[in-house]
């Protein structure tokens, strides 16, 4: 079972930036995938970014490449979405994510995190 909390939402003006944290416990493999997705209503849940704990290069959807960076500390079990430059579209609520297989889509998830709003203003 793994376990994780995300932290690091809120609201910020058009072109500001946040960084999002999610920290994990229980068994984790570094085989294992962690990934950010993020849902605004009415619209379904998609991938933004994904990164491996063994290393390797991180995904990121071309809806966000150039602005925001996955990133992770192993030693503090914590994987990190630093978004910059952000627009009013990356309004959302984002979920950190860890899956034992290439998450493809949220269908491959095997654990989700509570979920963090992000808030962008125009």
């Known amino acids: 079972q793994v376990q994780l909390v995300e932290s690091g939402g809120g609201l910020v003006q058009a072109g500001g930036s946040l960084r999002l944290s999610c920290v994990a416990s229980?068994?984790?493999?570094?085989?294992?995938?962690m990934a950010w997705f993020r849902q605004a209503p009415g619209k379904e849940r998609e991938k933004v970014a994904y990164i491996r704990w063994s290393g390797g290069t991180p995904f990121h959807a071309d809806s966000v490449k150039g602005r925001f960076t996955i990133s992770r500390d192993n030693a503090k079990n914590t994987v990190y979405l630093q978004m910059n430059n952000l627009k009013p579209e990356d309004t959302a609520i984002y979920f950190c994510?860890?899956?034992?297989?290439?998450?493809?889509?949220?269908?491959?998830?095997?654990?989700w995190g509570q979920g963090t709003q992000v808030t962008v203003s125009s």
């Open positions: 994510a860890c899956s034992r297989r290439w998450p493809s889509s949220s269908s491959d998830v095997d654990y």
């Open positions: 229980g068994r984790i493999f570094s085989t294992y995938y």
